[in-house]
Each structure stands twice: as structure tokens, then as C-alpha cells.
């Protein structure tokens, strides 16, 4: 029985699988960007991404099919998931909402929205459209090298901008309030204005990788995005155990950090289709997801734990 | 000359209507003139580190106004007022971002009460000019300027937050119980260092102190608090020839019996 089904097993079929995996990968890297700009710099667990993610994919697909260039539209989703951004900054700055709690509510009303943008509850991308930006046809085209170096080059100009912006005086002060909101405010800083603005551009990529994925895809889908910042924090916590030794302490440490991001959410995938390599019912993805997070997560405290028990 | 500070009447009052109701200022008075170094004693819950921070809005008095330089700043919130005020807090975790590099904290500093834009967050010559003021602490930072904040000691920090209140030669300079969490001899250092820098921009500074040897040694003047309210007032000579044994007198006055349990007494 065991021996069945490691013969049913096919690694040619794995390996077929990788490129589909690292373009998904990418893609969903500048989503969990996304996230670590607001769990890691401002130190605010946003689950707007649930919703904005696919606001950003339904606002891309129909303005898609309105005859909108497709590469056109990504701007367009990046904005609207902006203003998923806004929303939940507003509602904890302006109106005391807790953060976690604001970016539920927004979340959740996002769900109508997003379905108020497509008018049901999934939307698809014509097969005959030309101009996409991404789409899982490039990546077993021919030419599919050229579709991932546009794609790499394409996440390294957001890491760079990233790493830019967050190098200038306005990024300063969101790290600031982020690290220090007290030492922010004694500074001058205005907290509030800096949160809203955080949470703005994080959403804002989150709003384009569902763009983008939707284009990839072929469609967008009222539920694309749940559970997406479960994935976004796997990228970002699996980046930072694997290549958080390497990136301290050299000279752009940050950008480092950020293009590992990506990697991240690479190695994420690539372990997804090898436990759909592994015959798991795709139903327990999102378990395993979880699992995956839950563990990372939790192994720093242990160790530490474990450490200060043995220093008394 | 105008004041450089006018605290009128003001009254704060905590939790009101429970259980926990704490009426932390009971209408304070205190006018500063230019130049000012006044040191703030008193006993726990006397109002001192409350009085600092209605001065720096970390919320809104009940009734009062709070004047800094011509300037009605009562209402402003927190952030708009830092451009009058330098600020250095009891706990050295407060004044700086742990993540942040050194010269990145000074570099915010120093854009306090400017718009914060999409220019470089520092320049090369900014970077100079910290080195050059790292050096005059004395600490051996002026190599480390791009190290993280959170790597240093309890002193440095508060040291670097020292500069980083002075930068922009704030209006006021308010000192809470800066030295507190320091040993004794990097607290010395801190307070040298604090001098140093009011001296050298000629700042107008509070400083809340529970040690009584340091409020009469530093400052050229010297206020008691008690139960919200300003109970005695000192400055030049005769300030200088205070004891710490008349302060205690002051206090034993004031609050009868109960300054025996005081942390007063352990300084």
C-alpha cells in the first residue's frame, strides 16, 4: 500500500509544477510586502488584506473587460485598495476603533463591495485578451524566461521603491511611530496621519497583487483573498527565520529584508504544491497554512522561553 | 521680557466619577522667564510628572492654560506642540526608536515642527553634524552612528535623547525624572550632560527629580509640589543655600506624618 503510493508519486510532475509555483510565489510576494509593511514597520496586524485583495482583482478584471489595458488597471487596483486602506486607518485614528477590530470591520465590508464591483460573485478575464501583465499561459509559453525575468524585475522595482520610500523623511516617521509611538508624537510627529498613510500603501500593494493575480489567474473571485494574510504572514515570518541571520547587520539590512519577503512567499508555495504533490486534499490547505504560520510563530517565544528558564 | 512659560490655573482630574477618581492638579501656577532651570520635588502622586506632561499634552487639562512664549498652546495636540518643547522621559525606552539607527533618531529630531516630505531622511552633512555632537558626550558614539538605539545602555540612550531634545533649541526643555533608572554614576553623567547642553542653547528647563541633593544642586530655581498644587517656591540665592534637611521640613509641614513612608526619603 505504502510502496502504491510512493510509485503513484511523480517527481517529473513536481517539477513541472515549480514554475507555476515561483510565478504564484512572486506574485503573491508583493501581498505579503504589503503585509510587512504594516505587521512588521508599523506593528499593526491589518486584516484588511483579506478584502482589499480582492477588491484590487475585481476592480482590475472589470475594467479589464470595460476594454481597459490590463496593465492600465493594475494602477487602478493598487488606488482601490488604497482606499480599503484609508478606510481602516480612518476608522482606528479618527474614530478609536482598536486596529485589529477596524480592519475586521472593513474586511467583512469589503466582502460587499467587492461584489457590488462585479456584480456577482466571480468575474473571468476573456482567454483571447491581449496585454496582460501576468498570466499562467506566459508561463509555459515558450518564452517563459522573459515572462519571469519581467516578473523579478518587476518586484525588485517594489522592493526598491519600498526600501526608497521608507529611507525618506515621511518613511522615518512611520517607522518611528511604528517602533516608538510615544517618541513619534514628543518628535512632532503626527501618529495618526502616519498610520492611515501606512496602512494605505500596504493595502495599496495588496490591491495590486490582486490585480495582478486576477490576471494570472484569469479571474477574480469574491473569496480569493480569504485567508491571504495568513499567507502574507508565512512569507514574512519564513523570510525572516531563514534569512533574518543573514540580512542583520549589513549595510541595506532593509533591503534585504524586503526581497526576501518574496522569497518567503516562494518557499511558501513550493512547500503548498508539495503537500498537493503529496495527495493532500487541497481542503486542508488552509489548515496547514495556518499550521505553518502558528509554528513559526510560536518557536522564537519557545526558544526564549526555554532560554530564560535555564539563565534562572 | 515675556514669560517663556505661563501655566495658569490649570486642574486635571483622573478617572473622574469612580472609584479610581484622582484629582492629580489642583490649579497650578507657575510662570518661567527666559533662561529658567526650575527643578520640581515632591512626593509620589504630588503632580510633578503630571504638570509635565499637560505642559506636553499627552492629554488635554480640565481647566487652566498653558502658555509657552506668547504661544496659547492648551488646546494643541501633542505633536503640534512639539515644536515648542524637548522632551527627555524617566524611561530611557521612551526618548528613541529601538529599531532605528542613532543618527536616523537625531535625523528625526532634528525635522521636529518641519514637514516631513519625500527628501532623503538624512543627509552627509547632517551626519557630520551628529558625529560632531556625539563626540561631546563623550560615550564613544560618534563611531556608532549607525548602529541600533536598542543596543545601547540606559545611559546613552537617555544621553542621545538629550540631544535630541535640544536639537532645534526648543522653547522648553522638560526633564522627567531622566536619571531615575540609572545607576548613580551614569545618572551624574546624564545630569552633567544635561547642564551642559541648557547651558551651552541657553534652554528654559523643568526638571522633576526625586532626588533632593540633585534639585538643589542643579537649576536656579526650586519648586515643591504637594497633592496638585505648588507649595513652595525658590530661586536665586536663596535656593543656593538650601539643605536637603529644609526641604524635608518643608515637607514634614506640609504632610504631616506621612513623608516617613515616602521614597522621598531614600534620596
Redesign the interface.
Given at each position: 500500500m505504502v510502496l502504491d503510493y510512493f510509485m503513484s508519486l511523480d517527481p517529473m510532475a513536481l517539477l513541472r509544477a515549480m514554475p507555476g509555483t515561483a510565478a504564484q510565489g512572486l506574485i503573491w510576494g508583493i501581498m505579503a510586502l504589503g503585509v510587512y509593511i504594516t505587521y512588521r514597520i508599523l506593528d499593526f496586524p491589518d486584516l484588511t488584506v483579506d478584502g482589499s485583495l480582492a477588491t484590487g482583482a475585481a476592480t482590475a478584471v472589470m475594467l479589464i473587460q470595460g476594454g481597459m489595458h490590463p496593465a492600465l488597471s493594475l494602477v487602478f487596483a493598487l488606488l482601490a485598495g488604497m482606499a480599503a486602506g484609508f478606510v481602516t486607518g480612518i476608522l482606528h485614528t479618527a474614530l478609536g476603533i482598536p486596529g485589529i477590530l477596524a480592519s475586521i470591520l472593513t474586511q467583512v465590508s469589503l466582502y460587499s463591495v467587492n461584489l457590488v464591483i462585479m456584480g456577482k460573485s466571480n468575474q473571468g478575464i476573456s482567454l483571447t485578451q491581449q496585454g496582460l501583465v501576468a498570466s499562467s499561459r506566459y508561463v509555459t509559453a515558450d518564452d517563459s524566461v522573459f515572462f519571469f525575468l519581467k516578473l523579478i524585475l518587476a518586484c525588485l522595482v517594489l522592493v526598491a521603491v519600498v526600501y526608497w520610500f521608507f529611507g525618506t523623511e515621511m518613511g522615518a516617521s512611520i517607522r518611528a511611530t511604528g517602533c516608538n509611538p510615544q517618541m513619534a508624537r514628543a518628535q512632532g510627529i503626527n501618529t495618526d496621519y502616519a498610520k492611515v498613510l501606512a496602512l494605505m500603501i500596504s493595502n495599496g500593494l495588496v490591491g495590486l497583487c490582486g490585480g495582478v493575480l486576477a490576471q494570472y489567474q484569469g479571474a477574480a473571485d469574491v473569496n480569493m483573498g480569504r485567508g491571504a494574510i495568513v499567507i502574507g504572514l508565512a512569507a514574512v515570518i519564513i523570510s525572516e527565520v531563514i534569512f533574518g541571520k543573514l540580512c542583520a547587520g549589513r549595510k541595506i539590512a532593509f533591503a534585504y529584508t524586503l526581497a526576501a519577503v518574496f522569497v518567503g512567499a516562494i518557499l511558501y508555495y513550493v512547500a503548498y504544491a508539495l503537500v498537493l504533490w503529496f495527495k493532500m486534499p487541497s481542503d486542508y490547505m488552509k489548515l496547514f497554512s495556518a499550521l505553518v504560520v502558528a509554528l513559526f510563530l510560536a518557536v522564537p517565544y519557545l526558544k526564549e522561553q526555554r532560554a530564560l528558564k535555564r539563565r534562572s | 521680557m515675556g514669560y517663556m512659560l505661563e501655566i495658569q490655573n490649570i486642574y486635571k482630574t483622573f478617572n473622574r466619577g469612580t472609584i479610581n477618581e484622582k484629582k492629580a492638579l489642583d490649579g497650578v501656577n507657575l510662570n518661567l522667564n527666559p533662561g529658567d532651570f526650575v527643578t520640581i520635588i515632591g512626593g509620589n502622586g504630588a503632580g510633578k510628572s503630571t504638570t509635565l506632561n499637560a505642559i506636553?499634552g499627552t492629554w488635554l487639562v480640565d481647566e487652566g492654560k498653558i502658555i509657552v512664549d506668547g504661544t496659547d498652546i492648551t488646546r494643541l495636540?501633542?505633536?503640534?506642540r512639539?515644536?515648542y518643547?524637548g522632551?527627555v522621559?524617566q524611561d530611557p525606552?521612551?526618548?528613541?526608536?529601538?529599531?532605528?539607527s542613532i543618527e536616523?533618531n537625531m535625523?528625526?529630531?532634528s525635522?521636529?515642527?518641519?514637514h516631513?516630505?519625500?527628501?532623503?531622511?538624512?543627509t552627509r552633512k547632517e551626519r557630520e553634524e551628529y558625529k560632531r555632537q556625539l563626540k561631546t558626550l563623550d560615550l564613544g558614539l560618534e563611531d556608532r552612528l549607525s548602529s541600533k538605539v536598542g543596543l545601547l545602555s540606559g545611559g546613552q540612550r537617555q544621553a542621545i535623547t538629550l540631544l535630541?531634545a535640544a536639537a532645534k533649541k526648543p522653547k522648553l526643555l522638560l526633564l522627567d525624572e531622566h536619571t531615575a533608572a540609572l545607576d548613580p554614576k551614569t545618572a551624574a553623567k546624564v545630569l552633567a550632560i544635561s547642564d551642559k547642553i541648557i547651558e551651552e542653547h541657553n534652554l528654559t528647563a523643568m526638571m522633576v527629580t526625586h532626588n533632593m541633593k540633585d534639585a538643589i544642586a542643579h537649576g536656579n530655581r526650586l519648586v515643591m509640589m504637594h497633592e496638585g498644587r505648588i507649595i513652595y517656591d525658590v530661586s536665586g540665592e536663596e535656593k543656593k543655600r538650601l539643605h536637603v534637611s529644609d526641604l524635608l521640613n518643608k515637607f514634614e509641614e506640609v504632610s504631616g506624618g506621612e513623608f516617613a513612608n515616602d521614597r522621598m526619603m531614600l534620596s
Open positions: - | 506636553a495636540p501633542e505633536h503640534k512639539a515644536v518643547l522632551r522621559f525606552m521612551t526618548g528613541t526608536a529601538a529599531t532605528m536616523e535625523a528625526i529630531a525635522r521636529r515642527g518641519e516631513r516630505g519625500l527628501g532623503w531622511g538624512i535630541m
